[in-house]
Structures are given as structure tokens and as C-alpha cells.
């Protein structure tokens, strides 16, 4: 029975989990889940996972969630090359530091610029006001800048010469916000280097494939008339701005 990767593409999670997949030829079958549409609400999602998120990996009987413990399965169980997650203690430790930082950080804040450019003017119909979005953008330059200083520094890749799974998770955090037209690598000659390495590391057409639909944020009005605005995302939305 094939490996499953219940995905969305939409989410950095999952393209960090897609192109891991991907990149080391383990093989999947694509269980497409439209978080527009709300289907990780539906009766059949739920019987894969009471958590409702994506990604979600099927192994047999064996389901797990959480993107970080899915890369982590995937790199143990395939054995992929010792890079992505390696064996030496430190380096490791290294990879392991930011998959924690980035969380509450580059995750957090390039997700609030992505909803505030991307989906509350496609929902709403109106734009986020100025100091909401300033504040957001600040924000996010801020881990950008950390992300320099502390993490990459003047390595090629997080953990040194070779990529690994810190620098995936990064990328596809980092490209969330790109996809709304903010070029947050314009002005960061050292951060648009480091891409221009984890893009050719990953293979530009698969890369190119995996961000495709994020690039096409601006059809997200469309969808949702076309579907109609899901529960969850009206609580979302509700939850932001009060």
C-alpha cells in the first residue's frame, strides 16, 4: 500500500512535506485537501485526523501529523542523505534550533502578511488598514533579519555547505508572503542568494511546481465565490480582528 500525503499546497507545510517527497523520489499517492473549501472539516478528513490539519502523512495504519515530524519520519524511514537531517550531534542541534525558532517567528509573521495582503481583501472585499499591515510587515522584516544574522550568517546553507531540512522549512515560510506580491528578498542581496542555492539544491522546475499555487494568490477572490466563504474561515477572520 502506497505511502499517503494528504496536502494542500497552499500551506508551507505541506510544500516543505511535497517537496521533501519529491526531491528524494520517495514515492505517494497526493490526497488533495482544499482548505478553501473547508474539506479538513468534512466526515471523511476527520477520520484520518481529529487535529483537522494538513499535512497528514498515512502509513499503512500508521497516521501522523505535524510537518517537522513528518519530514523527520520520512528522512528516518528513506534514509536520505545524512544532509537533511544529519547524524552528527551538533549539526543537528543546529537544525533542530530553527525548526524551533521559526515557528513563532517567520511562520508566524509571514503567515499574518499573507492573510493580510492575500485572503482578507479576498474575503472581505476591502484592504487591511495601513498601520495593521505596517505592523505586520515590521514584523516580519524583523525575522527576516534575525534569520540573517543568527542563522545563516555567511554560510552557504543553515547548517553550512550542504541544505537541509532548516533550510527547506525556510524557504517555502519565507516564499508565503512572496506569493502576494511582496518581494521580500528586493534590497537582501545575501537572503536572495541563499534562495537562488536552496532553488537549485531542490531542483528549480519541482520548486517552481510546489509554489505554483501560492504564486496564483490573487484567483483566491474567485474561489471563494465561486464556493462560498467556509464557517471556519469567517471564525478566522473574526478572531484576527477582535
Not at 474539506?39 to 494538513?54: A, H, L, M, P
Not at 502509513?59 to 542523505?81: M, N, W
Not at 492573510?115 to 515590521?138: C, I, L
Not at 518581494?183 to 537572503?191: K, S
Amino acid at each position: 500500500m502506497p505511502l499517503e500525503l494528504y496536502l494542500d499546497l497552499h500551506s508551507q507545510p505541506c510544500r516543505s512535506v511535497f517537496l521533501f517527497a519529491q526531491i528524494n523520489k520517495i514515492p505517494f499517492e497526493f490526497k488533495a485537501v482544499d482548505l478553501s473549501a473547508g474539506e479538513q472539516y468534512g466526515e471523511e478528513f476527520g477520520k484520518v485526523s481529529i487535529i483537522r490539519k494538513v499535512p497528514v502523512l498515512k502509513d499503512g495504519d500508521f497516521i501522523l501529523t505535524e510537518s517537522i515530524a513528518i519530514l523527520q519520519y520520512l528522512a528516518a524511514k528513506h534514509r536520505t542523505p545524512d544532509h537533511w537531517y544529519p547524524a552528527d550531534l551538533q549539526k543537528r542541534a543546529r537544525v533542530d534550533e530553527f525548526l524551533s525558532w521559526q515557528h513563532t517567528n517567520i511562520r508566524t509573521h509571514g503567515s499574518k502578511v499573507f492573510w493580510f495582503r492575500g485572503v482578507v481583501p479576498a474575503v472581505t472585499g476591502a484592504p487591511v488598514s495601513k498601520e495593521k499591515m505596517d505592523a505586520a510587515v515590521e514584523d516580519l522584516n524583523a525575522s527576516l533579519k534575525t534569520f540573517e544574522d543568527k542563522f545563516l550568517q555567511s554560510r552557504p546553507f543553515i547548517i553550512g555547505d550542504k541544505i537541509s531540512l532548516a533550510d527547506l522549512v525556510a524557504i517555502v515560510e519565507i516564499m508565503q508572503p512572496v506569493g502576494t506580491g511582496l518581494d521580500v528578498f528586493q534590497g537582501r542581496p545575501v537572503l536572495s542568494a541563499w534562495r537562488d542555492r536552496v532553488k537549485k539544491e531542490l531542483g528549480v522546475e519541482v520548486f517552481d511546481e510546489a509554489h505554483k499555487v501560492i504564486m496564483n494568490v490573487d484567483t483566491l477572490p474567485q474561489t471563494f465565490e465561486k464556493k462560498g466563504l467556509p464557517e471556519f474561515l469567517k471564525l478566522k477572520l473574526q478572531k484576527m480582528f477582535n
